[in-house]
């Protein structure tokens, strides 16, 4: 199963905080504690993976078509797993798979409207010995 494996921390309103815990625990592997939240082990990231604060100008398309003022980024270790679990589990997938010299990116819409991008790093180079 792929995994979302980090985050720096996103926090934002949903209607349904428990339906959408419950859903992203489901088709992403999230382990959602007691308040509702998640806790990533930052020791389970490649590391080629880094966290990015991004601002957008107001009239970006980016975050296209949800109408939520925000993205979300989430770090995967299988991304085309992770696409087709949460296909499987009833959110849109947004066009194609990207790939970049730093990993490849795909997105979809979760069950809350929220446009989310999930990213597999690209591998790390091995080390000089």
């Not at 990231?45 to 296209?64: H, I, K, M, N, Q």
Request: charged share 25%; glycine share 14%.
């Amino acid at each position: 199963m792929a995994n979302a494996i980090g985050i720096g921390g996103v926090f934002f309103k949903c209607s349904d905080k428990k339906g959408l815990g419950a859903w992203y625990a489901e088709h992403l592997g999230l382990e959602i504690d007691d308040y509702g939240g998640v806790g990533f082990d930052v020791s389970r990231l490649p590391r080629t993976a880094f966290c990015v604060w991004g601002p957008f100008e107001d009239s970006t398309t980016y975050f296209d078509p949800s109408d939520k003022p925000f993205m979300i980024n989430l770090v995967v270790d299988d991304l085309d797993g992770a696409l087709e679990q949460v296909e499987q589990g009833g959110a849109e997938v947004m066009g194609e798979i990207e790939e970049y010299d730093f990993g490849r990116f795909g997105w979809f819409i979760d069950p809350a409207g929220t446009k989310i991008e999930l990213w597999q790093p690209a591998a790390a180079e091995p080390e000089d010995a």
